[in-house]
Nanobody, 115 residues
């Protein structure tokens, strides 16, 4: 059974930084492309960043240059370093494979960017 547990969210002022982490179990982590997704109130969930098994990264235009995704295959963890946060980054952030496995969504971690 796949388990994905996100952590690291919180309240941060505009311009601030946060680092999100996701611990994975129950999947062949090292061969999977992993992604960070977010869902803002009233909006659809969107993919913001992904990283292949070989470390190739892809970012949504809205976060490119501000967010960095990374992975540790030995620890089965994927992280998202977020800088220069904006109010529009406020959302619940989730990790999952990319493409996402609809049966594997975790609870996510809330990121709120507000002064």
């Amino acid at each position: 059974q796949v388990q994905l547990v996100e952590s690291g969210g919180g309240l941060v002022q505009p311009g601030g930084s946060l680092r999100l982490s996701c611990a994975a179990s129950g999947l062949f982590f090292s061969i999977m492309t992993m992604g960070w997704y977010r869902q803002a109130p009233g909006k659809q969930r969107e993919l913001v960043a992904s990283i292949t098994s070989g470390g190739t990264t892809t970012y949504a235009g809205s976060v490119k240059g501000r967010f960095t995704i990374s992975r540790d295959n030995a620890k089965k963890m994927v992280s998202l370093q977020m800088h220069s946060l904006k109010p529009e980054d406020t959302a619940v952030y989730f990790c999952n494979t990319s493409p996402a496995n609809s049966n594997s969504w975790g609870r996510g971690t809330q990121v709120t960017v507000s002064s």
